[in-house]
């Protein structure tokens, strides 16, 4: 049942300056999953991801895609490029062309799509993010919010298989935070493999069905959100925070105001679900 | 340029085919060049001046503001030309006497130099034209009709789109220095701003690394191809233009006496 899409095992890298990026990751992401790799600035989280597509060849160990080796010759990167999107953290060097549409064409061309097969998918990919209206419009003109949405479009147009966001969330503003949020809800719908980094424990928390922790290079803990974040000594050697909703959740749990629940509050509701629980326990 | 940028993509000649537009600014441009005329050049800019306002509806004092911007350097070509220098005071309209010389304007060097005037500025409408209403996707578009080789249209296509990357990071990065009093005095200045452009460049040069990264995730193997916009050509359109173009050739031509 659980097919493992992308695969490393005992990775490493290092950049031309010295820089030992990478030391010894192994993991794995599964398909059909939301994954996230979660770890502080420079834990390696990036670079990891450029191995996923096969941009950087690692000094040592291997990279799996569906069971296979990543071979580093053309028509194997084609293939594999075809299948791992990756949406860039910053749309500014990911976006080159001068209009929107012309933007999202690119890919699919790439992937030998006839011209109107091309046009199909920039539309279905424009309309998946809602970003139609802005088809004609210059990429330099746009808000961030909205170079972010044609930075997904320009992936989502190339159909593949996993899609990486590299900290999506990152220099939103609220109300284009819940959109890219529900956007990834709704790629992942489709039944979509989707891997992302974050710093953000709140998002992390909620969002993911199983988190990776990274830290300067390697995995240092994973697992489901429930078991990363009920690990304080985890959480304390990798630098995180407790999202706010466990934090609350202990409090309440430490003054004897609720009791225990199977599960962890995932969200807000669920929170108030517990508490509401609590009302008719001191009432009756 | 922010702004020029803005009218090519808003004006409301956005939607006639990008060869018409093209084609026009350059044939006019020719015309007014080739046929060293002034009343062609009056003209060039008369069309041309309400093409860009009448027609595409950019606001007026903008594209008035564009025209003063040459105006500095031509002024001053202007002058050169227009004082002749001579040994006899004849034929002078004003001049005056220096260091055994007459140096004055002549009726002849007085035309000449109205007629570069209007020259340049005509010549210089055409290319705002061209630039006010046409977004440089469609410009490259037809150039490529024109088999320009795709390797000169793919870098027009990546040094316009991150110029407008490198502007907004030096913008960014002159925000940050002046809220920390970079620019107060002559010599902080100086330090900000070779701060802001060696920063300037590092960030480009790793920028350029990502950018390329990114680019290579899509499945880019050296060639830039990107869909194009689909436009009609109109035949009234084409009719108008080429009877401008003509009307205008058939006055310069006639005006030196050649028809
Ligand atoms: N192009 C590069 N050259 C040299 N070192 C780099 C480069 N990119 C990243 N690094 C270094 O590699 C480490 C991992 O970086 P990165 O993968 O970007 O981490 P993250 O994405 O988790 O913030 C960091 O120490 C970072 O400074
Ligand atoms: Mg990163």
Not at chain 1, 225 to 239: H, K, S
Not at chain 2, 90 to 97: P, S, T, V
Not at chain 2, 136 to 165: A, G, N
Not at chain 2, 235 to 248: E, P, Y
Request: glycine share 8%.
């Amino acid at each position: 049942m659980t097919e493992k899409i992308l695969e490393v095992e005992d990775l490493y890298f290092k950049y031309e300056d010295g820089t030992e990026a990478l030391r010894g990751i192994t993991l794995a992401i599964e398909r059909g999953k939301k994954t996230i790799l979660l770890g502080a600035n420079g834990a390696g989280k990036s670079t990891l991801f450029l191995h996923f597509n096969g941009v950087y060849r690692p000094e040592r160990g291997v990279v799996r895609f569906q069971g296979e080796p990543v071979k580093y010759n053309n028509a194997f990167l084609k293939k594999l490029r075809k299948n791992v999107g990756i949406v860039f953290q910053d749309p500014d060097t990911q976006l080159f062309s001068a209009n929107v549409f012309q933007e999202i064409s690119f890919g699919p061309l790439n992937l030998g799509l006839s011209q109107e097969e091309a046009r199909q998918r920039v539309e279905q990919a424009m309309a998946e993010t809602g970003i139609t209206h802005l088809r004609d419009r210059p990429t330099h003109l746009l808000s961030y919010g909205e170079k972010k949405r044609v930075a997904i479009a320009d992936i989502l147009a190339m159909q593949p298989e996993v899609i990486i966001f590299d900290e999506p969330t990152a220099w939103l503003d609220p109300a284009s935070h819940r959109q890219v949020v529900a956007l990834l809800e709704d790629i992942n719908r489709q039944g979509r493999t989707l891997v992302l980094s974050t710093h953000d424990v709140d998002l992390a928390y909620s969002w993911a069905d199983y988190i990776i922790v990274l830290k300067e290079g390697r995995v240092v803990g994973e697992g489901t959100p429930e078991i990363i974040f009920r690990n304080d000594t985890l959480l304390e050697t990798a630098g995180l925070a407790k999202p706010w909703l466990v934090e609350v959740y202990d409090q309440l749990l430490h003054k004897g105001w609720i009791r225990e629940t199977e599960q962890l509050p995932r969200s807000k509701e669920e929170l108030f679900h517990v508490l509401g629980h609590r009302k008719t326990v001191s009432f009756a | 340029m922010f702004k020029i940028d803005h009218f090519a993509y808003t004006n409301r000649l956005k939607a006639v085919h990008p060869a018409e537009k093209f084609g026009f600014a350059m044939i006019t441009l020719s015309l007014c060049v080739g046929l060293n005329s002034l009343p062609v050049s009056v003209a060039t800019l008369t069309i041309m001046s309400f093409a860009v306002v009448v027609l595409a509806g950019t606001p007026w004092r903008f594209y008035v503001k564009l025209l003063t911007l040459p105006l500095g350097f031509l002024l001053m070509g202007i002058v050169a030309v227009v004082f002749s220098v001579s040994s006899v005071a004849a034929g002078y309209l004003w001049g005056f006497h220096l260091a055994g010389v007459y140096v004055g304007v002549t009726e002849d060097s007085l035309y000449f130099a109205v007629q570069l005037f209007f020259k340049v500025l005509g010549a210089v409408s055409c290319l705002y034209f061209l630039a006010l209403t046409t977004p440089l996707t469609d410009i490259l578009q037809v150039l490529r009709k024109l088999r320009v080789p795709p390797l000169f249209l793919e870098l027009m296509m990546l040094i316009y789109r991150f110029i407008f990357v490198l502007l907004e990071t030096a913008g960014r990065i002159h925000l940050s220095q002046s809220s920390r009093w970079g620019y107060a005095t002559i010599t902080a200045s100086y330090r900000s701003l070779a701060g802001l452009i060696a920063n300037l460049f590092a960030r480009a040069y790793w920028r350029s690394q990502v950018s390329f990264h990114a680019l290579l995730s899509r499945g880019y193997t050296g060639r830039l191809e990107v869909l194009e916009s689909d436009y009609r050509l109109s035949w009234k359109n084409i009719t108008v233009i080429t009877a401008v173009d003509m009307l205008l050739a058939v006055f310069g031509l006639y005006g030196r006496g050649i028809i």
